[in-house]
């Protein structure tokens, strides 16, 4: 079996449309996203609500999740870093780490072969990336 990898993306819920691009240029097509709240550096800031002062510390984020098996781990964390710097504080984290197996519940197929594109899904594929 192949090494399959999974890289987590936190970064700015308004990069959303910047990253999916990023992702599908590089023939990523498969992703899950998830909407967030946290908090790095920043810590939140401080809000006035019916006159009392409240600190928001949690911020609303995007959560990404990526698998991939052929794709080089670096030119994903490469084109997403690319789609998501603002170059402020806020834009993010990207964790990466080893999966020990994929299954595909449709066809039961296991390892590589359960997150690689098939070759009867190809014109899906290719029809996605030149949206």
């Known amino acids: 079996m192949g ?40 810590h939140g800031y401080t809000e006035v609500y019916r006159g009392q002062e409240m600190m928001i510390n ?36 990207i964790f990466i780490s080893s999966v020990d197996d994929a299954v595909r519940i449709r066809t039961g197929e296991s390892g590589v072969d359960a997150i690689r594109d098939r070759r009867d899904e190809e014109e899906i594929v290719n029809s996605i990336i030149k949206q």
């Open 3 to 42: 090494q399959i990898t999974k890289i987590e993306i936190i970064t700015r819920p308004e990069k959303l449309n910047e990253l999916k691009e990023a992702m599908y240029a590089i023939r990523v097509t498969g992703m899950t996203v998830m909407q967030v709240y946290g908090c790095g550096l920043s």
């Open 58 to 93: 949690l911020l609303p984020k995007i959560k990404v999740e990526i698998v991939v098996s052929e794709i080089p781990v670096e030119t994903v964390v490469e084109a997403a870093k690319k789609a998501c710097q603002t170059g402020h504080i806020g834009d993010g984290k």
